[in-house]
């Protein structure tokens, strides 16, 4: 289990993350759903660090963090619980999509260079895209870039993903393909944080919806629950914006 | 206006050509010094290393502040005043650590801005895989960079193989210096002068056919 206390954050006095408490299970899939600026990504990012929290802690099976006082070493450890799934896929551009998706195995986890090729094909095969191992990137059109930053994400069989809002910046054209495989991923119980705008998405996948505003989670529950019988006005008035009728 | 002794500049063409190797060694072995301090100076300054980062300013502020004769002459002349046990250096070491350093201060300024021109999505990703900060800047950015530098990088390399032509003032014996005394030995200054001209001219040039094959290397990745 994976549990997150008082997490805030802020920029220039302005509170993006106002404490967040957040207990995820293992194989739990949580969407995260609300207006802009109300920082879900920022709770995507502080959690594995790529922005640094203020205060709080964040604590995985063997790990305890207190982020105020997090020391390289447990930055990095933590990082090793979690992959991140970019909205704009953030391929590394001088890696193939082979080679993308080898790299933390074989750079990170100490995986021997043939075996995390091996596993990357492996990958590569799953997400239907073992014809384009060799390429790299520029070569990719933006749904296949997000496959394989997904690729990326499964190889290491981390105890959290974290997805950040993976189709906004995609054709419409791609958008399908790409939620296609964030299901077969979420089918094969992964535990994921993902936030979307993509509502139906989010109805189908999800064991727990988040609506967050102003920094905080203001109502969760199950998606039946959050989408037909929303309890706090902000919620419904915000489903109103999205949903069709 | 006299006529050019074409006989004599065919002659000295044999002669220097025993040079351009002393050329080229001290221009490569300084590029190639030149090129590790200047990535290692850059790295510092992004990275903002404590306590290193204000030397590495003063570093780079000071070599590219102050002309490269004055640099070379206090190396080779003024150094071992000051410490004997420097009176041991030739003049082709205190030329290539004198073109190094100098160098090394201009290049570490455009490394650091191809560093930074690299997307911060790619340090992020890096990172988020859990890679170190060395990691990412050998394996990721560094790679990056040097496409974006490449270009910049082989001009600073032109103008280091013709710098080297001032360690003749340092009493080295390279292709400057064994022109000036053949023509000191001939009087034709014409002559022999604009004969090593074509020679640094030449060298270039062939460097430049090589950016080309370089660059393209280098941009295998974004190329469609």
């Known amino acids: 289990m994976i549990r997150v206390r008082g997490l805030t954050k802020s920029y220039n006095g302005h509170k993006v993350l106002d ?105 590569l095969g799953e997400i239907g895209l073992a014809d384009r191992a060799d390429a790299y990137p520029s070569a990719l059109s933006g749904g296949q870039q997000q496959r394989v930053g997904i690729g990326r994400a499964m190889a290491s069989h981390v105890d959290l993903m974290l997805v950040d809002e993976p189709t906004s910046a995609l054709d419409p054209e791609w958008v399908e393909e790409v939620l296609q495989l964030m299901g077969k991923v979420a089918a094969a119980h992964q535990t994921m944080l993902i936030v979307t705008h993509e509502m139906r998405f989010a109805r189908d996948i999800a064991d727990r919806v988040l609506f967050m505003e102003g920094g905080r989670i203001v109502e969760q529950g199950p998606p039946e629950k959050i989408f037909t019988a929303p309890a706090d006005p902000r919620l419904q008035q915000f489903l109103r914006k999205v949903l069709p009728d | 206006m006299r006529a050019l002794d074409f006989d004599y500049m065919l002659g000295l063409v044999p002669v220097l050509l025993k040079y351009v190797p002393l050329t080229l060694g001290m221009a490569s072995v300084s590029m190639l010094l030149a090129l590790v301090l200047s990535c290692l100076l850059a790295i510092v300054r992004v990275l903002k290393v404590p306590v290193v980062d204000p030397f590495t300013g003063l570093f780079i502020s000071f070599f590219r502040g102050t002309p490269l004769l004055v640099q070379l002459f206090l190396f080779y002349y003024g150094l071992p005043q000051l410490f004997p046990s420097l009176t041991a250096l030739d003049g082709i ?27 911060r999505s790619q340090w992020e990703a890096a990172r988020s895989i859990g890679m170190r900060e060395g990691q990412m800047m050998r394996r990721i950015v560094l790679p990056q960079a040097a496409r974006i530098a490449a270009p910049t990088l082989v001009n600073y390399f032109i103008d280091l193989i013709k710098s080297t032509s001032l360690a003749f003032t340092l009493g080295v014996t390279e292709l400057m210096g064994a022109t000036q005394k053949e023509a000191a030995g001939s009087f034709l200054y014409f002559e022999s002068f604009i004969v090593v001209a074509v020679f640094y001219w030449v060298m270039v040039e062939a460097l430049s056919l090589v950016q080309g094959q370089l660059e393209q290397r280098l941009g295998k990745a974004v190329q469609r």
Do not use: C, W
């Not at chain 1, 609300?34 to 790990?63: H, M, V």
């Not at chain 1, 551009?93 to 075996?115: D, P, Q, Y």
């Open chain 1, 19 to 123: 404490g967040i408490d957040l207990d995820i299970e293992k194989g739990e899939r949580i969407v995260i759903i609300g207006p802009s600026g109300t920082g879900k990504s920022t709770l995507l990012r502080t959690l594995n660090f790529l922005e640094q929290p203020d205060a709080g802690t964040i604590g995985f099976d063997d790990l305890n963090i207190d982020v105020a006082k997090a020391k390289v070493k447990e930055i990095q450890q933590l990082r090793l619980h979690t992959a991140f799934v970019f909205q704009n896929y953030a391929l590394f551009a001088n890696k193939t999509a082979r080679e993308n998706i080898a790299e933390g195995l074989h750079v990170v986890r100490g995986v021997s260079k043939s075996e995390a090729l091996a596993r990357a094909d492996a990958i």
């Open chain 2, 93 to 119: 070491s205190a030329a290539v650590i004198g073109l190094t350093l100098h160098f090394s201060a201009y290049m570490a300024e455009s490394i650091r801005a191809a560093i930074l021109g690299v997307d």
